[in-house]
């Protein structure tokens, strides 16, 4: 009599020691990695974080104690003598007018020449779009004199045109626009031109939705670049009257140096930490808002395909 016996079935891997360990190394992997960007986020965030408490603690003690804290001494006195001494208001009236006009035309401007560069022959399109590159290897400060020079002529010196067209359609926004729209399947442009479409209206209604993400990048970072600019308005805009944020801060810190005559050394400090927190609060709202729109913007201007 033939006896079957049943086949063999594959039963589980046995667990080997490499198999255990591979977990724990993640584990292991993954808590020192967050521990390292812990201890990066507080080396960064621990002078912010000291000015801001330093702005509310007597201008006296400041100097005296910089690294003290009591509570019970907290006060609001560097702030009202700042918004009587310093003119932050006006400061940021003209960062305001500044940042909205040349702002916007940054984020209108640049996509579309992104758009003609990346999606339409043209005879020299190439060495156009190489001359656009070379510009963002010069240095700001070889160009403030030509560009001195060319507002004194055309006597734009302490205006607002002075502060808003120079740099307004920046070369950096044209190259990473165009790196994100030739990613843009053409498709989607010849579907739009047979259903009748305008050049314009292909921009407006097909491009523009689908590079979204990547125009809130760009505007997070075109604002930021607008608001701390410093060295061309210092230059252009001498007044008091045209004086952007940055301008007023950096003249409130020339005075702790004693270029004021008979400012007090530890009362300037203490105003140029109330403005300085002050200044700090629009690019923290704006980063906080649009966070999640910058980083998905930032990613879809770094993946191509």
């Keep these: 009599m033939t006896t079957l016996t049943a086949p063999d079935r594959p039963g589980p891997a046995p667990a ?21 960007l812990g201890l990066l986020t507080l080396a960064f965030l621990a002078p912010v974080v000291w000015a801001v408490i330093s702005a509310f603690k007597p201008a ?5 104690s910089p690294l003290s804290l009591d509570p019970s001494q907290l006060t609001v006195s560097n702030f009202t003598a700042m918004f009587s001494d310093v003119p932050i208001g006006r400061g940021f009236v003209n960062t305001l007018v500044v940042l909205a006009v040349k702002g916007s035309m940054t984020m209108f401007f640049a996509p579309l020449a992104a758009y003609g560069f ?23 400060i ?10 004194k002529e055309l006597g734009w010196v302490n205006t607002y045109q002075a502060l808003i067209l120079p740099g307004a359609v ?17 498709e989607l442009m010849d579907a739009a ?45 001498s007044s008091q009257r045209m004086a952007t944020l940055q301008v007023v801060l950096s003249t409130l810190a020339q005075n702790i140096s004693g270029n ?23 690019l923290l709202l704006v980063f906080v ?13 770094s993946v191509k395909g």
């Design 16 to 36: 080997t020691a490499t198999s255990g360990r591979r977990p724990r190394h993640r584990a292991l992997g993954s808590v020192g990695s967050h521990a390292f």
């Design 60 to 64: 006296g003690q400041i100097v005296s």
């Design 118 to 140: 990346a999606k339409y022959r043209f005879p020299l399109r190439d060495a156009l779009f190489g001359t656009v590159l070379v510009t963002l290897m010069l240095p700001t």
């Design 142 to 151: 070889v160009l403030i004199i030509p560009l001195l020079l060319e507002m």
């Design 170 to 186: 920046d070369a950096f926004a044209i190259f990473w626009m165009r790196q994100v729209i030739a990613a843009v399947p053409d």
């Design 193 to 237: 031109r047979v259903d009748g479409c305008g050049e314009f209206g292909i921009f407006a209604r097909i491009l523009v939705p689908v590079i979204r993400p990547s125009l809130a990048g760009l505007a997070v970072l075109t604002v930021m670049n607008i608001y701390n600019d410093f060295v061309w308005p210092v230059v252009i805009a």
């Design 260 to 282: 004021r005559i008979g400012a007090d050394y530890a009362t300037v400090t203490g105003e140029l930490l109330a403005a300085s927190s002050v200044a700090l609060v629009p």
């Design 289 to 301: 808002l649009l966070q999640r729109h910058f980083i998905n913007g930032i990613i879809a201007g």
